[in-house]
């Protein structure tokens, strides 16, 4: 009140008078005038990070379709063994994976999030590409070769004749006619052709098989075979040999209604009717006029006679030296004792395996390869072998006596 005495003014008492303008309370500092960064950057890292956002969400849908897709090659490839189950297994894996990436944008907004990102990112692509090698890894491994073209073409050949079955032994695989002589070859397959017919087509593929051993890649295809005479059961082996398959074995299983017997089988491919009988037996008749060329020192002549095949194989000197020494060894031939084999196969080439008297001895095995151009030309020696044998023991004996 006026008339109190403690009113006094501010000046006075030692109060400072404070002027107050608004209650009001002041309104915070917006976020972006707080920060370090100006107007225009904040503006350019927001566009950054939704271009990086929306990438990001593409890449989940990617790796989502990835997925599917992945789980369908699952679904194709499951009787492959040790792929299908795994593929689907991966197929399910990204689809959950491409499901979590569309998360990733909202993580995005923070720089330790955008190095989060940035991690995820780089461990999928690693992750991908180790899968991608590993998956074709086994899809190459456990890939089988078609063997059906190239079991029609040795097929084909087999019922070509003489020159396609010795084609086809030509091109076996190394193995093969390391155990097979070409000549026991040609003959089967004669026999089979005759029987059989010839061939029309592979009505099916039964079995494929391909293992890998010590020897190499071996593969095996069992099928059925159509021939003029009746349908039937067959295997083709293979070997894969300096980059090509080639043929390692064939078998073809006769129907019971073309089995023949082992009678008639040597009677398709006798050399004649009665080769003891010189005059009536072309074959034995060659052979004898060999050896009694040989016997008379005409070594030179027989290799000339002879044909291409045989005088590529041995120069004229080297023959005539070796068949003098067989002469020095064994004496003069005398005759011929007894035919072991004589076949003729399709006329053109035969095999006259026989056993020889001669001075020195009694039994010796004389094998006589001929060819010819046709059934009306003569034969000529493809190839000739003499198995000298070993000395006796009364002999070696004699000779160490005598030597003291």
Known sequence: ??????????????????????????????????????????????????????GIEKLGGVVESIGEGVSKLGDLTNKVPLVGASVGKLGEGLTKAGESIHALPRVAQTRRGRLLVRSVIVGFLLVFAWIAVIVGWQLRASDTPDFRPVAEKILVQLSAG?????????????????????????????????TVGKFREITAINTTLVTTGPSGRIGRVGLTAAYE?????????F????????????SV????????????????????KDPDDRKTCDVRDAAETILEELRDGKAGQVWDQ????????????????????????LGAYKRLLTVTEAKVIEGTSATFDVLA???????????????????????????????????????????TGSGQ
């Open 229 to 237: 005479k009746g349908v039937c059961q067959g295997s083709i082996s």
């Open 357 to 399: 008297e001669f001075e020195k001895s009694s039994a010796v095995r004389c094998v006589f390869g001929f060819t010819r151009t046709s059934k009306a030309a003569p034969w000529l020696l493809r190839s000739f072998k003499v198995v000298v044998p070993m000395p006796r023991a009364d002999v070696l004996g004699s000779g």
């Open 162 to 194: 003489p020159e396609g079955i010795s084609d086809v032994y030509e091109h076996s695989s190394p193995r093969f006619q390391e155990i097979e002589r070409k000549e026991r070859f040609l003959d089967d397959m004669t026999d089979m052709a005759v």
């Open 306 to 329: 002879a044909s291409d095949v045989f005088k590529k194989q041995e120069a004229r000197p080297t023959f005539e030296s070796i068949q003098q020494e067989h002469l020095d060894d």
């Open 239 to 250: 070997h894969y040999d300096k980059g090509q398959w080639k043929m390692l074995g064939v």
């Open 1 to 54: 009140m006026a008339g109190d005495p403690d009113d006094k003014p501010p000046e006075s008492s030692g109060s400072v008078e404070v002027h107050v303008s608004s209650t009001a309370i002041p309104e915070a500092v917006p976020a972006a005038q707080t920060g370090p960064v100006e107007g225009g950057e904040s503006r350019r890292a927001k566009r950054v990070t939704a271009a990086a956002s929306m």
């Open 253 to 272: 299983e006769l129907p019971p209604e073309l089995k023949i017997t082992q009678a008639q089988r040597e009677q398709r491919v006798a050399a004649c």
